[in-house]
């Protein structure tokens, strides 16, 4: 499988503020998604990363506070906007090479908000 | 809403026992599911996974799961637990032509006692 790497591993930020999460993956792959963990919670599909175009969103989860990149077929990024303490999350990205196909995920991205 | 449940949310073992996980959807159509494991400080790893065939599948350190279509379910079993076995335990279902979106349960912490 492919190894994925995230940086940064962990923030603490101030709330009002942007964090910028980056996932990057050692071979070329299909399929990119973002993940979010809160405390004590199960993992949630934010949106899938799509090369090229506009991510697309799951219910609940908007461009404006989450926008995302992919330039190309290793890379993309998560923006957490306007940060506060309720955003305070893992945040992780996985790959896989279709829609249909097993995901492996990065180590994770652990945000703090205060 | 399509969603996964897992019936156990602590889940405490001495050595040698016996392990079932329980797993459980919500959907009429075609999923491919799977089991992940989160060993402390590292990250989610793939434990086992079904898309078809047999129902019976093998993972990795000796787990096995089972899926019964008619029951929805997706059980994770290990005859004889360790003590590195300890970790968080997730099952996911994929459902088909939803995009590659993974529905995560709510996760299952098991202890195994030396």
């Known amino acids: 499988s492919a190894v994925i790497s995230q940086k940064p591993s962990r923030d603490i930020c101030q709330r009002g503020t942007s964090l910028t999460i980056q996932c990057q993956v050692d071979s070329q792959v299909t399929m990119m998604f973002w993940y979010r963990q809160q405390p004590g919670q199960s993992l949630t599909l934010i949106a899938t990363?799509?090369?090229?175009?506009?991510?697309?969103?799951e219910s609940g989860f908007v461009i404006d506070k989450f926008p995302i990149s992919r330039p190309n077929l290793t890379f993309s990024t998560l923006t957490v906007s306007n940060m506060s303490p309720e955003d305070s999350s893992i945040y992780l990205c996985s790959v896989g090479q279709g829609a249909q196909e097993t995901q492996y995920f990065g180590p994770g991205t652990r945000l703090l908000v205060l | 809403a399509q969603s996964v449940s897992q019936h156990n949310h602590h889940v405490i073992l001495s050595e040698a026992a016996s392990l079932e996980l329980g797993c459980n959807y919500s959907?009429?159509?075609?999923?491919?599911l799977f089991w992940y494991v989160q060993y402390p400080g590292q990250h989610l790893q793939l434990l086992l996974k079904?898309?078809?065939?047999?129902?019976l599948v093998k993972g990795i350190k000796g787990f096995e799961a089972e899926f019964i279509k008619s029951k929805f379910s997706f059980n994770l079993r290990k005859p004889s637990v360790q003590w590195s076995d300890t970790a968080e335990y997730f099952c996911?279902?994929?459902?088909?032509?939803?995009?590659?979106?993974?529905?995560f349960g709510q996760g299952t912490e098991l202890s195994v006692k030396p």
């Open positions: 996911a279902v994929l459902l088909y032509n939803q995009g590659g979106k993974l529905i």
């Open positions: 990363a799509n090369q090229g175009s506009e991510a697309t969103y």
């Open positions: 079904y898309f078809s065939g047999d129902p």
């Open positions: 959907y009429g159509g075609t999923v491919n």
